[in-house]
């Protein structure tokens, strides 16, 4: 195990295979990559995290070869900073933004090549498993609470969200600063450049996804492009 990069770290895509259901050449084409297979369809960015059930399927590997995960592990203060270390402890994880985990309850999986009634609830039992669920009516005002219309910046989801995790939709047209800390960019559309306060740089553009460990300072974008900023929770604020 090694110390933290002092630079950013460019992502390859990182799409586990086989999955049960279809997708997959619009993340190819996204990122500008080749190949045209299918039931890939998801990227996962910066993954700490296996699929369910394997042992190393999903894990990021960085560019140097080593996993993501245990690279985290041996450098915790370097990756996520000194507080978010002190608040998790070395053991700390980070969770992908759209799901902390490879744990699904399906709810419908007629089409698809599995077998529901006995993979769908993840060896717990169907009732267990839907002890999960709110199969209560809601209003619309009540959905409104999940909801941000064209949320920006720190506002990109609703509050409830910042004890899970954060994200960041940002538009640059010039130059804007972004505080430091670990972070996963996901270069939307344009280009431009990012500069760290520790001197590296990489260039952006769509298409890219980029890891900032906390130890490279705050980050300087330049040039015209939009992003979304991917980030663990407030240290204060985790459940």
Request: proline letters at 6%; hydrophobic letters at 40%; one cysteine or more.
């Amino acid at each position: 195990m090694t110390a933290a990069p002092e630079r950013p770290v460019l992502l390859p895509s990182n799409q586990p295979a086989n999955r049960f259901y279809a997708g997959g050449p619009k993340i190819r084409a996204f990122r500008h990559e080749e190949g045209s297979i299918d039931h890939v369809p998801e990227d996962w960015v910066a993954s700490t995290t296996t699929i369910f059930g394997e042992k190393d399927i999903g894990l990021t590997e960085l560019p140097t070869g080593e996993r993501l995960r245990d690279a985290v592990l041996g450098d915790p203060v370097g990756w996520l900073g000194r507080d978010h270390h002190a608040q998790f402890g070395a053991g700390v994880f980070i969770v992908e933004v759209q799901e902390p985990e490879d744990m699904s309850v399906l709810l419908e999986w007629k089409g698809f090549a599995i077998d529901g009634p006995r993979h769908g609830h993840l060896g717990i039992g169907v009732a267990k498993a839907l002890e999960a669920t709110d199969r209560q009516g809601w209003s619309l005002a009540e959905l409104e609470t999940l909801l941000v219309h064209a949320g920006t910046g720190g506002h990109t989801l609703v509050p409830q969200a910042g004890s899970y995790f954060r994200a960041e939709h940002r538009s640059v047209a010039g130059e804007t600063v972004l505080e430091e800390g670990f972070s996963i960019l996901v270069i939307l559309s344009g280009s431009g450049q990012l500069t760290a306060a520790n001197g590296s740089h990489v260039v952006l553009a769509q298409g890219l996804t980029i890891l900032t460990p906390h130890n490279i300072g705050e980050l300087t974008i330049t040039g015209e492009l939009t992003l979304l900023r991917c980030r663990p929770p407030m240290p204060d604020q985790a459940r």
